[in-house]
């Protein structure tokens, strides 16, 4: 059946690169995209960015210059990483699958606290 | 970007009524809007695509409409279990999520 599972560090020093992993099953990287949506406690859901079945990538243009996201097919992973934290970055960051351009199964996200 | 504007931010319903949340997009956006539930600590639940498609599973009191700019998405006869948050996504040109509707019961 289809899973994705988010890792990484749970709390990221202000002005530090934020590394995430998405680790999916049931589907191929090379048919679906994955894309990673966050959301600040208490708030809206945002969408971060997307790699494509092809391997290319979108990104939020809000975030694009901090923004980077790629995939290890091999290993079925998918990787977020973002430079200059802020504590606006403090969000449950989920990654979802993409089919038929719409997000049908979701992680179950990863907290990731942005302090000192 | 598209920018999505989605009213109200809240919305208090008694059980059995009907609701309605809208989402303006800042173009048009071919019907490519789908709604999302959320409830607390739980990822998001697709229910409609395409402005008014539900997906398999989704109660046949929800339903969607709109073209353009415009969309809306309705419960009628509201349930205990629908108290959530709901979101329209927009998937015309990248993705954007509207702010976000808490649904509350009065």
């Known amino acids: 059946q289809v899973q994705l599972k988010e890792s990484g560090p749970g709390l990221v020093q202000p002005s530090q690169t934020l590394s995430l992993t998405c680790t999916v099953s049931?589907?191929?990287?090379?048919?679906?995209?994955v894309h990673w949506v966050r959301q600040p406690p208490g708030k809206g859901l945002e969408w971060v960015g997307a790699?494509?079945?092809?391997?290319?990538?979108d990104y939020n243009s809000a975030l694009k210059s901090r923004l980077s996201i790629s995939r290890d097919t091999s290993k079925s992973q998918v990787f977020l990483k973002m430079n200059s934290l802020q504590t606006e970055d403090t969000a449950i960051y989920f990654c979802?699958?993409?089919?038929?351009?719409?997000?049908?199964?979701w992680g179950q996200g990863v907290m990731v606290t942005v302090s000192s | 970007d598209i920018q999505m504007t989605q009213s109200p931010p809240s919305l208090s319903a008694s059980l059995g009524d009907k609701v309605t949340i809208t989402c303006q997009a800042s173009q048009n956006i071919n019907k490519y809007i789908a709604w999302y539930q959320q409830k607390p600590g739980k990822a998001p639940r697709l229910l409609i695509r395409?402005?008014?498609t539900l997906e398999s599973g989704t109660p046949s009191r929800f339903s969607g409409s709109g073209s353009g700019r415009d969309y809306s998405f309705s419960i009628s006869n509201v349930e205990s279990e629908d108290i959530a948050s709901y979101y329209c996504?927009?998937?015309?040109?990248?993705?954007?999520f509207g702010g976000g509707t808490k649904l509350e019961l009065k």
């Open positions: 049931g589907f191929s990287l090379t048919s679906n995209s």
């Open positions: 790699i494509w079945s092809g391997g290319s990538t």
């Open positions: 979802t699958r993409s089919l038929r351009r719409v997000y049908d199964y």
């Open positions: 996504l927009q998937y015309d040109n990248l993705r954007t």
């Open positions: 395409y402005t008014s």
